[in-house]
């Protein structure tokens, strides 16, 4: 799991405190980055050239100034809105996870997110909020940015980036509750099909006393009602 090797960088098993050499762990996390670096290096001619014969498919000259490098740039613009699938929670967390004897409701809200549908392959946009009751451990604010960042920067659909948010904070903090809700515009209903330009959508995750308790879940909701 990838809280286990979040807990294992931390020096955190079964309560007690490890040892943990920092150099070994950043050379290997600057190994790891490499590999993938060189990864996508590899991969990049096969989609330049996908792009191309899309272009050519839609009657386009390939050959024209505009046009020359478009798929290159394309495959590149590609990989980074998808770099997501390379990112675990295990690389953002590090040892950002702090011991604190905390138990009332931390709430980010309006943080920005940019995904990709896996439908249409067209971006949805818009904020995340996320809440959560500590059990006694916090994790460093910006880290729940970077945990949206992960999984919206994948090929998506709301539901399953939202739960998928919540799972990845409650793996990784244990702790009484999680609550995230997200609010997206999703250019596959405004730019094509029925073209509604105002549309929104909202979806929910309520793990833990957010789901039982109806009086944490609407704590949560009034909390995060004014966001814009």
Do not use: W
Not at 171 to 181: C, D, G, I, R, Y
Not at 212 to 219: F, I, L, N, T
């Amino acid at each position: 799991m990838e809280y286990q090797k979040a807990a294992e960088l931390n020096g955190l098993c079964n309560g007690k405190i490890l040892t943990v050499d920092s150099k070994k762990v950043a050379v290997q996390h600057k190994n790891e980055i490499s590999r993938k670096e060189a990864e996508d290096e590899s991969r990049l001619p096969a989609l330049e050239a996908a792009y191309t014969t899309i272009l050519r498919g839609l009657g386009e000259n390939t050959d024209r100034q505009g046009l020359l490098k478009t798929p290159l740039r394309a495959a590149k613009a590609m990989q980074f809105l998808t770099k997501g699938y390379h990112e675990t929670i295990y690389d953002v967390l590090n040892d950002a996870i702090f011991d604190e004897d905390h138990e009332e409701l931390v709430i980010v809200k309006d943080i920005d997110m940019f995904s990709l549908c896996e439908h249409h392959l067209v971006p949805f946009f818009g904020k995340v909020h996320i809440g959560y009751l500590p059990s006694k451990k916090v994790v460093g604010l910006s880290k729940l940015a970077r945990i949206v960042e992960i999984y919206s920067r994948r090929l998506q659909v709301q539901e399953r980036l939202t739960k998928q948010i919540a799972m990845a904070i409650s793996e990784a903090l244990q702790p009484v509750s999680v609550a995230v809700v997200i609010e997206a515009a999703h250019m596959c209903m405004v730019m094509r099909g029925v073209q509604k330009m105002n549309s929104r959508t909202v979806t929910s995750a309520m793990l833990g006393v957010f789901r039982e308790d109806p009086k944490a879940r609407e704590e949560f909701l009034a909390l995060t009602k004014g966001a814009q």
